[in-house]
C-alpha cells in the first residue's frame, strides 16, 4: 500500500504535468498571434495562469511523492483542499444563478430589501449588460458565428432547425414579417413590420450587426449559457469525486512519508 499510494499520486501529477506544458503553449501561442481577433488573443491569460498554476501544484506533488518529501506533499495536499472547497463554491454559486427557483427564493424581498443578494438576476447584469455585449457581439462577428447557418432558398431554409441562439441572433424574428433573400439577409416590407416590435427595428443586414443588438438575441445567449452551466455542473461532480479521490490517495501518501522505516531508498 505504501508504493501504490505514492505510485498512484507520481502517475497522476505526471499527467497533470503534461496538461499544465500544453495549456502554456496554447497560451504562450495566443499571445504570439499579433494577427488574431481580441476575442481569441483573450484566452490566452486564462490559459497561462492554468498552466502555470497546474504545472507548479503537479511539481510540488511529483517531489512529495517520488522524493518521499513530506513537505512538499503536504503544500500540494493544503492547495489540492483549497480547490475542493473553490469547487464547492462555485457549484453553489452556479445553482444561484441559474436556477430561477432558488434564486428567487434567495433573492425575494423583504422590507423591500433583498435577502441575499440579487441571484436571479445576476447573470442578466453581469453578462448581457452594456459593457460586456459589446466583446460578446465582436466574438461572434469575427467568428462568423452566423455565417454557418444552411444557406439555400427561402422553402428549404424554413426546414432547418436552428438552435435558439442563432435564430434569435442571426435572423430578424419570424413574427416581423420581414422577406427571405438569404439566410443572413432580410428586407423590411414596405408597409413595415408586422407588428410594432423594437427588435424588427432593430435588425440590419450589416453582417457584423444582424440582431445582435436585439432583446431576443440577448435573452437567447443568456438562456444558452444557463443551459451550458446546469451541463456543466455534471462534468463538475465527476471532477469534485475525482478529486476527492486524489486527494484521500495524497494524505495515505504523506501518512507512508511519515511512517517510520519509509524513507529506505527503493531497491
Not at 83 to 108: D, E, H, Q, R, Y
Request: with cysteine.
Amino acid at each position: 500500500m505504501v508504493r501504490v499510494s505514492n505510485f498512484l499520486i507520481s502517475f497522476v501529477n505526471l499527467l497533470t504535468f503534461v496538461v499544465a506544458i500544453l495549456a502554456i503553449a496554447i497560451g504562450i501561442w495566443a499571445k504570439a498571434e499579433e494577427s488574431k481577433s481580441l476575442c481569441q488573443k483573450a484566452i490566452y491569460m486564462p490559459f497561462l495562469i492554468f498552466g502555470a498554476s497546474l504545472l507548479v501544484l503537479s511539481l510540488m506533488g511529483l517531489v512529495g511523492s517520488c522524493c518521499r518529501a513530506s513537505f512538499f506533499l503536504w503544500i500540494y495536499l493544503f492547495f489540492l483542499f483549497l480547490f475542493i472547497v473553490g469547487m464547492i463554491c462555485f457549484s453553489v454559486f452556479t445553482i444561484l444563478v441559474t436556477n430561477k427557483n432558488v434564486g428567487k427564493a434567495l433573492s425575494g424581498k423583504g422590507d423591500n430589501e433583498a435577502k441575499f443578494g440579487d441571484w436571479q438576476h445576476w447573470l442578466e447584469k453581469h453578462v448581457v449588460n452594456e459593457k460586456h455585449w459589446g466583446d460578446i457581439k465582436s466574438c461572434m462577428a469575427t467568428f462568423k458565428y452566423c455565417q454557418m447557418i444552411p444557406r439555400g432558398k427561402s422553402a428549404d431554409f424554413y426546414k432547418y432547425s436552428l438552435p435558439v441562439t442563432q435564430s434569435s441572433c442571426c435572423k430578424p424574428p419570424t413574427y416581423c414579417g420581414f422577406e427571405f433573400h438569404n439566410a443572413t439577409h432580410w428586407t423590411m416590407p414596405k408597409a413595415g413590420p408586422a407588428v410594432p416590435d423594437s427588435d424588427c427595428k432593430t435588425w440590419s443586414n450589416v453582417q457584423n450587426e444582424l440582431c445582435f443588438n436585439c432583446q431576443s438575441c440577448k435573452s437567447s445567449f443568456l438562456e444558452s449559457i444557463q443551459k451550458n452551466w446546469n451541463k456543466f455542473a455534471l462534468i463538475n461532480f465527476c471532477i469534485f469525486v475525482f478529486i476527492i479521490i486524489i486527494y484521500s490517495v495524497g494524505c495515505c501518501a504523506l501518512r507512508n512519508n511519515r511512517s517510520k522505516g519509509y524513507y529506505k531508498p527503493y531497491p
